[in-house]
């Protein structure tokens, strides 16, 4: 009798899980577990502007870590949740009618962020890819770099590329026009919808993609164009 009570409440789970709530909740819910890993990863490459020891202490750490498999494991089925059911929903929603993933219809609803979602959303995939490529598996080598050692160096080898440097903005411009639409939209999935609270957290979300863009697009600006102008300007010191 708990064999069939159990298998009956697994079959209601899945067939929640296959509905149009259930994929939209799956993407909003991985979308913002993203959103927290942006956050922690952020916070580690700031360490950059402490100096090349602080930040390959870090790295060093991380890559030890006895729980980085399982976290890089988590992240690549993060991604591939996120990516794979937002397809699905907007293939599905094309093939039904022209309903997007916001809760909002009504005049000037649509946003820059939510009319890109898929392009940005290609663009981040792309980056993803060749960011781990470059700095994860340290794809390419530089010489004649700063004393220090370790992946800061390699970061600035990359950084000192101005086509790189100009992409990887270009890439977290990306990010943040996803995030602008995407974390509004995530809460809106969990019922965080009132009139008196969206508009805060439209501007909380706008805020927080903003964030993250300096945040990030700040590193290959400094270590790529200014630093890079600087040291050409005072004779190569550092």
């Given amino acids: 009798?708990?064999?069939?009570?159990?298998?009956?409440?697994?079959?209601?789970?899945?067939?929640?899980?296959?509905?149009?709530i259930g994929k939209k909740?799956?993407?909003a819910a991985a979308g913002l577990l993203l959103c927290g890993f942006?956050?922690?990863?952020?916070?580690?490459?700031?360490?950059?502007?402490?100096?090349?020891?602080?930040?390959?202490?870090?790295?060093?750490?991380?890559?030890?870590n006895p729980?980085?498999?399982?976290?890089?494991?988590?992240?690549?089925?993060l991604f591939?949740?996120?990516?794979?059911?937002?397809?699905r929903a907007t293939l599905a929603n094309r093939a039904a009618r022209p309903q997007g993933y916001e809760v909002y219809k009504g005049k000037g609803a649509r946003t820059p962020g939510s009319r890109t979602m898929a392009v940005t959303g290609t663009l981040i995939l792309a980056f993803v890819v060749i960011h781990v490529?470059?700095?994860?598996?340290?794809?390419?080598?530089?010489?004649?770099?700063?004393?220090?050692?370790?992946?800061?160096?390699?970061?600035?080898?990359?950084?000192?590329?101005p086509w790189y440097s100009a992409f990887y903005v270009l890439a977290v411009g990306g990010?943040?026009?996803?995030?602008?639409?995407?974390?509004?939209?995530?809460m809106q999935t969990f019922g965080v919808n009132h009139p008196r609270y969206t508009p805060l957290i439209k501007k909380a979300g706008l805020a927080f993609a903003f964030l993250i863009f300096v945040g990030f697009a700040s590193l290959p600006v400094y270590f790529g164009f200014l630093?890079?102008?600087?040291?050409?300007?005072t004779g190569g010191a550092h």
Wanted: aromatic residues 10%; contains cysteine; proline residues 2%.
């Fill in 1 to 20: 009798m708990e064999a069939n009570c159990d298998s009956k409440r697994a079959c209601r789970i899945f067939e929640f899980l296959e509905s149009s």
């Fill in 25 to 27: 909740i799956m993407v």
């Fill in 38 to 64: 942006l956050v922690a990863h952020l916070a580690g490459n700031l360490l950059m502007f402490v100096g090349g020891d602080a930040f390959n202490k870090y790295a060093e750490a991380l890559e030890h």
């Fill in 67 to 77: 729980l980085l498999p399982a976290a890089e494991i988590g992240l690549v089925v």
């Fill in 80 to 87: 591939l949740v996120h990516i794979g059911l937002s397809l």
């Fill in 133 to 161: 490529a470059t700095f994860k598996y340290k794809l390419g080598g530089f010489k004649g770099l700063p004393s220090e050692e370790g992946l800061f160096a390699h970061v600035l080898g990359w950084f000192a590329n």
């Fill in 175 to 186: 990010v943040a026009l996803h995030l602008s639409h995407g974390v509004q939209s995530a």
């Fill in 227 to 233: 630093k890079g102008n600087i040291a050409c300007c």
